[in-house]
């Protein structure tokens, strides 16, 4: 099982920036996939998942309007689109795949490596 996360970088507030989770080596259309984050000296936090289907779709209230998943089963891959980004959204972004359609890291079995967004102000 591979999730590779891309597309992280710097960019100012109110800007945007597009993640990409590329997958292998499991059905990934039968799996919840998930974007959690963590910023320094914080706890790894959920951000966002979508159902195996792309059907229903999730966010933690503090990127709710501002960042959209979602997933391309054709090409195994998930994406995060991030807009109206603020310096507090700075932090290392991860996917998951998930048995679990949750919130709660248990509810996610593999991860990536993770990529890192910097908003500036």
């Known amino acids: 099982v591979q999730l590779v996360e891309s597309g992280g970088g710097l960019v100012q507030a109110g800007g945007s920036l597009r993640l990409s989770c590329a997958t292998s080596g499991f059905a990934f259309d039968d799996y919840v996939i998930g974007w959690f984050r963590q910023a320094p000296g914080k706890e790894r936090e959920f951000v966002a998942a979508i159902t195996r289907g792309g059907g229903s779709t999730k966010y933690t209230d503090s990127v709710k309007g501002r960042f959209t998943i979602s997933r391309d089963n054709a090409k195994n891959t998930v994406y995060l689109q991030m807009n109206s980004l603020k310096p507090e959204d700075t932090a290392v972004y991860y996917c998951?795949?998930?048995?679990?359609?949750?919130?709660?890291?248990?509810?996610?079995?593999?991860w990536g490596q993770g990529t890192q967004v910097t908003v500036s102000s």
């Open positions: 998951a795949q998930g048995h679990l359609y949750s919130d709660y890291e248990r509810g996610y079995d593999n």
